[in-house]
């Protein structure tokens, strides 16, 4: 049976309790995304510096290498077998008490490998234990950014909705300029120090970020858009049914959204060092280019939010398409300059690459990928989306980009060309959806099935009336 129900999309900005709460929200969602990000960095710095030494039987320390760096990818293969499972949950049981879940068993982890003991001293088990433990992580992790800009989207006032969901994403920037931070301060100890115990003080450190942000989020209230669903008995009682039913348009062209954001981030974060390796050579000096990486975070410190502002004034397709144009115009001038083989260049190249061409999608797209879906699958929407298109975008982008330097014998059009058809995949996605500016987020329809009012286009009203099914 259908029936017409009035919602209000979100309490009263001058409600001190909701104004109690948002404060809440964008704390434990910035400290969560801190966390895992932290987590994420410090385990790939770790992994071809201490775990290959500690971990792994050294009779050939070049297999030793690419057993710890296996280990550092079964994270990623767990990652969307968390998001699924957890993004489920979430819509059947709340947003809150699923992001409690996961930044115990992210965090917990990731503690818990701080503990493990070596190779010498229980053999076989410690590898087998550091893979456990990564899975773990990533089980974890698959779920927690989707969780948190869902919960961020779903606080947050309407008119600032794209500034707020922006905020936790600088929790993503804080946590990997802090996971360098410390691993350059405990590389400064004596190798022998270094490798018996100074590598475990950072892991260890993780717990610290736990409390905090399980005593933020311990403390929040469910979000008003799940409460919606309580209140009215719509909580969908199988969420997988419901989104391969309703949902997968929206999943498929978030999917288009995300190729150029997440594959471009890739590519710039760790093709790009690859590639000016292979142009260079030997003289080329790796830890010099990480800065590239660590500015383009520090500038994105402030472009993400900056861009997630723009959006609330101009619309999100709008700020998105710019950030996708602009990435399709950057690209082959960017990969020619990297070419050059200058090291200056290269950083500027990759900072710009990642602070402003990467970060003016994610600004906006922090509030477009939840209001793409509606209340009752919004979670695992989100979810599927994010960790889908990890997988085909980043995830990709390093072994397809590595291929292309290697046949080619680093030849730049190639890598050019490759991000471009991501900028163009990204760009055309654009014009498949709706404008979800000033969307009302207790609807049940998905975005992109609905006309343009109903998706959110002119609406100005914050109370407005939807059909739910029981």
């Keep these: 049976m259908s029936e017409h129900l009035t919602a209000t999309a979100t309490p009263p900005a001058e409600d001190p309790e909701y104004a109690a709460n948002l404060r809440r929200a964008t704390l434990a969602s910035s400290v969560g995304s801190a966390l895992e990000y932290f987590d994420f960095a410090l385990y790939g710095l770790s992994t071809a510096l201490i775990f290959n030494v500690l971990f792994f039987p050294q009779d050939d320390p070049a297999l030793a290498t690419v057993a710890a760096f296996a280990t550092f990818g079964v994270g990623f293969v767990a990652r969307p077998l968390g998001g699924f499972f957890f993004g489920a949950l979430g819509d059947k049981l709340g947003r809150k008490w699923v992001l409690v879940v996961t930044i115990l068993l992210m965090g917990g982890a990731s503690t818990a490998i701080g503990l493990l003991p070596t190779y010498e001293a229980i053999g076989i088990w410690?590898?087998?234990?550091?893979?456990?433990?990564?899975?773990?992580?990533?089980?974890?992790?698959?779920?927690?950014?989707?969780?948190?800009?869902?919960?961020?989207?779903?606080?947050?006032?309407?008119?600032?909705?794209?500034?707020?969901?922006?905020l936790p994403f600088i929790g993503i920037q804080a946590g990997t300029v802090l996971a360098a931070l410390v691993f350059s301060l405990i590389s400064l100890l004596p190798q022998d120090q270094l490798l018996s115990w100074g590598w475990r003080i950072?892991?260890?450190?993780?717990?610290?970020?736990?409390?905090?942000?399980?005593?933020?989020?311990?403390?929040?209230?469910?979000?008003?858009?799940?409460?919606?669903?309580?209140?009215?008995?719509?909580?969908?009682?199988?969420?997988?049914?419901?989104?391969?039913?309703?949902?997968?348009p929206g999943v498929i062209v978030g999917i288009g959204l995300r190729m150029a954001e997440n594959g471009g981030s890739y590519m710039f974060q760790t093709l790009s060092l690859?590639?000016?390796?292979?142009?260079?050579?030997?003289?080329?000096?790796?830890?010099?280019?990480?800065?590239?990486?660590?500015?383009?975070?520090?500038?994105?410190?402030?472009?993400?939010?900056?861009?997630?502002?723009?959006?609330?004034?101009?619309?999100?397709?709008?700020?998105?398409?710019?950030?996708?144009?602009?990435?399709?115009?950057?690209?082959?001038?960017?990969?020619?300059?990297?070419?050059?083989?200058?090291?200056?260049?290269?950083?500027?190249?990759?900072?710009?690459?990642?602070?402003?061409?990467?970060?003016?999608?994610?600004?906006?797209?922090?509030?477009?990928?939840?209001?793409?879906?509606?209340?009752?699958?919004?979670?695992?929407?989100?979810?599927?989306?994010?960790?889908?298109?990890?997988?085909?975008?980043?995830?990709?982008?390093?072994?397809?980009?590595?291929?292309?330097?290697?046949?080619?014998?680093?030849?730049?059009?190639?890598?050019a060309i490759y991000m471009a058809a991501l900028a163009l995949i990204t760009t055309m996605s654009t014009f498949l959806v709706p404008e979800t500016l000033r969307r009302d987020l207790t609807r049940t329809a998905d975005a992109v099935k609905v006309s343009r009012e109903e998706a959110g286009e002119d609406v100005t009203a914050t109370t407005v009336t939807i059909r739910t099914v029981r």
């Design 126 to 166: 410690a590898p087998i234990l550091l893979v456990l433990m990564r899975l773990l992580q990533g089980f974890g992790a698959g779920a927690e950014q989707a969780g948190s800009t869902v919960l961020m989207a779903e606080y947050a006032p309407m008119r600032r909705r794209g500034f707020f969901a922006a």
């Design 274 to 415: 690859a590639f000016f390796v292979s142009v260079v050579g030997p003289d080329a000096d790796k830890s010099l280019l990480t800065w590239g990486v660590t500015l383009g975070s520090l500038i994105g410190v402030f472009s993400v939010p900056f861009t997630g502002h723009l959006s609330d004034r101009f619309g999100r397709r709008t700020v998105y398409r710019f950030g996708a144009v602009f990435m399709l115009a950057y690209t082959f001038p960017a990969w020619w300059l990297l070419s050059l083989g200058n090291h200056a260049l290269a950083i500027g190249v990759i900072a710009v690459g990642i602070g402003v061409a990467v970060n003016t999608m994610l600004g906006p797209q922090c509030a477009m990928l939840p209001e793409l879906f509606g209340n009752r699958h919004r979670y695992l929407g989100v979810a599927m989306t994010r960790e889908l298109s990890a997988v085909l975008a980043g995830g990709l982008a390093g072994v397809l980009g590595a291929y292309l330097i290697a046949v080619s014998d680093g030849n730049w059009v190639l890598l």
């Design 202 to 248: 950072p892991f260890l450190a993780s717990f610290v970020l736990i409390l905090t942000a399980l005593f933020i989020r311990m403390r929040l209230r469910e979000t008003p858009t799940f409460v919606e669903l309580e209140k009215h008995e719509t909580v969908v009682d199988k969420p997988f049914r419901d989104i391969f039913t309703h949902g997968l």
